[in-house]
């Protein structure tokens, strides 16, 4: 997926890996004047969680697993292993995914294939052609009125011509999540199929359009959480969000007077041997969530607690009201 750092040169992927977004992958270490740049390797079959960090010179081997916003063991694991946390440590029973044939997961065959990049041209294209559109029509609407009004009146009309057309291709954009996805439910899905493909599309124009012309100019204001409700989330009364890292957007339940800081991850899926895992996932009234954290799917928040900056919730669990919880992952903090 997205990687945030990466030294290409120095960086070994196995087949079948699977790095997800915001992976950091042997990023150069600079300290007292001097830039080192080790080694990494990524195994046969091995998943990068998101927001995972491999420092230099990191080893992992086949089929292991290391979970979102975790950094990667220090000596090389065993193979078929996964691992969580900064620093990790071993998950001994991680839950078996549903059984799909091959072709589903790793081993698609050619009609599959073909069937996805026609899906990923659809990806590419959609978001440039909404932007294209926008200022191609705002372009020669206000050249227009250039030539027969007053200069600030056109001011005026094109600034709302702007307005009118992100609002109208947002509103195309959540039509289509409606169409192409309907409802999303909890559930398991394959890499090679199409309902992963159909949400990378509605997730591209989101993240190439909508959020950079619409929604991130509205956070942290009442009026942040309106595209989010429009896609299904279900968001209560004066919640203050910060983030537009929500996905799936049905599975997102957050009750009045919740606050999402910025960078703040509502991950509701996640892959695990090329299958798409989605659940519910609820923040209570009044609960509070720091910078940067991320929220697994089938976690709850209890009304009044806060989960402070840089922490990861384990998928399940549920956090007590009027408690306070920090780290990777999340551990209970007395006190103030």
């Known amino acids: 997926s997205t990687l945030n750092h990466i030294s290409a040169d120095h960086l070994t992927v196995g087949?079948?890996?699977?790095l997800a977004d915001s992976v950091s992958v042997g990023a150069p270490r600079v300290q007292r004047g001097?830039?080192?740049v080790r080694p990494t390797v990524v195994?046969?079959?091995?998943?990068?969680?998101?927001?995972a960090v491999l420092a230099g010179g990191t080893v992992l081997g086949a089929n292991n697993l290391i979970g979102a916003l975790s950094s990667a063991p220090l000596q090389t694991p065993p193979d078929g292993t996964s691992w969580v946390g900064s620093p990790s440590f071993l998950?001994?029973?991680?839950?078996?995914?549903?059984?799909?044939?091959p072709e589903r997961t790793f081993a698609p065959p050619a009609r599959l294939v073909w069937a996805r990049a026609t899906v990923e041209v659809f990806k590419i294209i959609l978001p440039f052609t909404f932007t294209f559109l926008t200022f191609a029509i705002l372009y020669h609407y206000t050249k227009w009125h250039l030539l027969n009004y007053p200069f600030w009146s056109s001011v005026g009309v094109g600034t709302g011509a702007l307005v009118g057309l992100i609002f109208g291709f947002s509103i195309l954009t959540a039509l289509l999540k409606w169409v192409l996805i309907g409802k999303y439910r909890p559930s398991e899905k394959p890499l090679w199929s199409s309902f992963v493909w159909r949400n990378e599309l509605i997730n591209?124009?989101?993240?190439?359009?909508?959020?950079p012309f619409w929604v991130t100019p509205l956070l942290g204001t009442p009026f942040a959480t309106w595209f989010f409700q429009l896609m299904g989330s279900h968001f209560g009364h004066s919640v203050y969000l910060d983030t537009t890292e929500i996905t799936e957007f049905d599975l997102a339940w957050v009750a009045d007077h919740a606050v999402l800081n910025n960078g703040v991850t509502i991950q509701t899926h996640l892959f695990e041997d090329r299958i798409m895992k989605m659940s519910d996932l609820r923040i209570g009234r009044g609960a509070t969530v720091g910078t940067?954290?991320?929220?697994?799917?089938?976690?709850?928040?209890?009304?009044g607690t806060t989960l402070k900056s840089l922490s990861l919730l384990m998928k399940g669990e549920?956090?007590?009201?009027?408690?306070?919880?920090q780290g990777i992952p999340s551990a209970f903090i007395s006190g103030q």
């Open 318 to 325: 549920k956090l007590p009201a009027n408690t306070r919880w």
């Open 43 to 51: 195994g046969e079959r091995t998943f990068i969680g998101n927001s």
């Open 91 to 101: 998950l001994p029973n991680r839950p078996v995914s549903a059984a799909f044939a």
């Open 292 to 303: 940067s954290s991320v929220v697994l799917y089938d976690s709850v928040i209890g009304p």
């Open 34 to 36: 001097l830039v080192a």
């Open 204 to 211: 591209s124009l989101c993240e190439s359009y909508v959020y």
């Open 15 to 18: 087949a079948g890996a699977f």
